[in-house]
């Protein structure tokens, strides 16, 4: 495996579920390839998830593993600007949310992106 770990955009090795639970919104991230999981592990941290939705000013990031799926999921607290009955915002359910997650660089090796990316052609993509 070349081990060609420039930094990528997430959404290449992973997608993303999200949902609401009352003002708070909850984020899974699934790897493509189960090879990815460890880097993922490493890489998609509470705090680096904290920064990118900072200036939602949400509360405590919570992260809990999943291995067996493999997926992480994240708690985001006080994200949905009072949730989807009070919020006049157009995103009550917090479903952006995890489309910038799926933007955070990552560095993991490209043989693990998605199947569907041509290894050879990733720069052009990311």
Same mark, same amino acid.
């Given at each position: 495996?070349?081990?060609?770990?420039? &930094?990528? &955009?997430?959404? /290449?090795?992973?997608?993303?579920?999200?949902?609401?639970?009352?003002?708070?919104?909850?984020? @899974? !991230?699934? &790897? *493509?390839?189960?090879?990815? *999981?460890?880097?993922?592990?490493?890489?998609?941290? %509470?705090?680096?998830?904290?920064?990118?939705?900072?200036?939602?000013?949400?509360?405590? !990031? #919570?992260? *809990? %593993?999943? &291995?067996?799926?493999?997926?992480?999921?994240?708690?985001?607290?006080?994200?949905?600007?009072?949730? $989807?009955? /009070?919020?006049?915002? +157009?995103?009550?359910?917090?479903?952006? /949310?995890?489309?910038? $997650? +799926? @933007?955070? +660089? $990552? @560095?993991?090796?490209? =043989?693990?992106?998605? =199947?569907?990316?041509?290894? #050879?052609? $990733?720069?052009?993509?990311?």
């Amino acid at each position: 495996m070349t081990q060609n770990h420039e &930094p990528r &955009p997430l959404h /290449l090795f992973a997608h993303a579920r999200a949902g609401d639970k009352g003002n708070s919104a909850t984020i @899974s !991230v699934i &790897p *493509y390839v189960a090879g990815a *999981y460890e880097f993922l592990l490493d890489q998609v941290t %509470e705090e680096r998830v904290a920064d990118l939705l900072g200036h939602r000013a949400i509360g405590k !990031v #919570s992260r *809990y %593993e999943v &291995p067996g799926l493999p997926a992480l999921n994240f708690v985001v607290e006080d994200a949905l600007e009072g949730g $989807v009955n /009070l919020s006049l915002g +157009l995103d009550g359910h917090g479903k952006s /949310l995890s489309f910038l $997650v +799926l @933007s955070m +660089l $990552v @560095s993991i090796p490209v =043989e693990l992106a998605c =199947e569907h990316v041509d290894a #050879s052609n $990733v720069e052009k993509i990311s």
